[in-house]
């Protein structure tokens, strides 16, 4: 079992890691499907990066000040957390915009990868030719294509 990172040997104020990586994990698949999943996120993207890193500072700032756990050990734990954390959302997010969003159960065709982001799109269309690509697409998937993640 993962010992706590405290620095005391006051083992009743750290829970081990696991239970803290767990819950990093459980809260990212909660927020997916509780708040992520209903609207079109992306708008709001300068705020939820705010956010996100405001929790990661009180996540560490509350284990130096009331777990009294040393500075290097709570900043390492608050990136472990937060990694798992993030990589659980993401993949939550792929996993659903993949396989269970209602325009991949009705079968729009387009690129596997315009289901998860609109990155691609972006990428595809840098030189200002977003008509030829859009163009190449029909010409690919037929009159109906997904370009994007729509909600």
């Excluded at 997010?93 to 729009?108: K, P």
């Excluded at 990155?119 to 163009?135: G, T």
């Amino acid at each position: 079992m993962a010992q706590p990172m405290c620095h005391d040997q006051n083992y009743s104020k750290c829970a081990p890691l696991w239970n803290r990586l767990a819950f990093g994990g459980v809260t990212a698949i909660g927020l997916h499907y509780g708040l992520f999943i209903h609207q079109e996120w992306h708008l709001h993207s300068p705020m939820i990066f705010t956010v996100h890193l405001l929790a990661f500072i009180l996540y560490a700032a509350f284990q130096i000040i009331i777990q009294e756990c040393e500075i290097t050990s709570s900043f390492l734990e608050a990136v472990l957390v937060f990694g798992v954390y993030l990589t659980t959302l993401l993949t939550s997010i792929a996993v659903y915009r993949l396989y269970f969003h209602r325009l991949s159960r009705a079968g729009f065709p387009g690129p596997r990868l315009a289901r998860t982001t609109k990155i691609w799109h972006a990428w595809a269309c840098r030189d200002s030719r977003n008509f030829l690509v859009l163009d190449e697409l029909a010409r690919q998937y037929g009159d109906f294509v997904r370009t994007g993640k729509m909600l």
